[in-house]
């Protein structure tokens, strides 16, 4: 069964305090892998999405890199308006749907 | 910056009433999603639509639930007869492409309350 799970469920920062969030997966040709993040009340938004292993993008102090069986979203030096949910989600090869994580929520302390 | 937008942002209804869900996709994407999130759970895929046919569906999609591009702007999902189980958040989503490289951009949502 393919299957995205996401660790850790919940992470608290101290604003400066870097960290990983972890997405692995299990699927049967994998097309993509996305990274979005959603605030309360609102719809997923998007951040990133890699194609293959090895690849990495940036975006201000999130980066995120991809495995064969996993991929990390840095997140270097965190502020406060960083708290969220970071969800991921993957696209198979010959569907059009993405299949989601159960999301991590990062709470950045100031 | 373009954007995919929902009404309405709430809707309250009774059990066995029918409601539709109206979306505006980004204006030049041709791949149209629903997706839903139950409180608490996971983001989970409905429908995918293409070309003015439904490309893939889910489990979740059974017959009482139905998708409609009535116009070149407007993407709706109707549920002919809401269950309880049907209250959720309910976005949409648009893409450039489908099984090609591809973002799928996400709206606000419409949050459905089912009494």
């Known amino acids: 069964e393919d299957q995205v799970t996401q660790s850790p469920e919940a992470l608290r920062l101290q604003e400066g305090e870097s960290s990983s969030l972890n997405c692995s997966y299990t699927?049967?040709?994998?097309?993509?892998l996305f990274w979005y993040r959603q605030d309360p009340g609102k719809g997923p938004e998007f951040l990133f999405t890699?194609?293959?292993a090895g690849e990495e993008k940036e975006k201000e102090r999130l980066k995120a890199t991809l495995t064969k069986k996993e991929s990390f979203l840095h997140i270097t030096a965190p502020k406060p308006e960083d708290s969220a949910t970071y969800l991921c989600?993957?696209?198979?090869?010959?569907?059009?749907?993405?299949?989601f994580g159960s999301g991590t929520r990062l709470l950045v302390r100031p | 910056e373009p954007e995919v937008t929902q009404t309405p942002s709430h809707q309250v209804t009774q059990m066995g009433q029918e409601v539709i869900l109206r979306c505006v996709p980004i204006?030049?994407?041709?791949?149209f999603y629903w997706y839903r999130q139950i409180l608490g759970q996971k983001v989970e895929f409905l429908v995918s639509?293409?070309?003015?046919?439904?490309?893939?569906k889910s489990e979740i999609f059974d017959d009482q639930f139905s998708v409609e591009r009535p116009d070149g702007s407007n993407f709706t999902l109707k549920i002919r007869s809401t269950k309880l189980e049907d209250s959720a958040m309910y976005f949409c989503?648009?893409?450039?492409?489908?099984?090609?490289?591809?973002?799928?951009?996400f709206g606000p949502g419409t949050r459905l309350t089912v009494t």
């Open positions: 989600a993957v696209w198979m090869d010959s569907s059009y749907k993405l299949i």
């Open positions: 989503a648009s893409g450039t492409v489908g099984t090609g490289a591809g973002e799928q951009y």
């Open positions: 699927v049967s040709g994998l097309r993509g």
């Open positions: 890699l194609y293959s």
């Open positions: 639509f293409y070309n003015n046919e439904i490309s893939e």
């Open positions: 204006s030049n994407h041709l791949y």
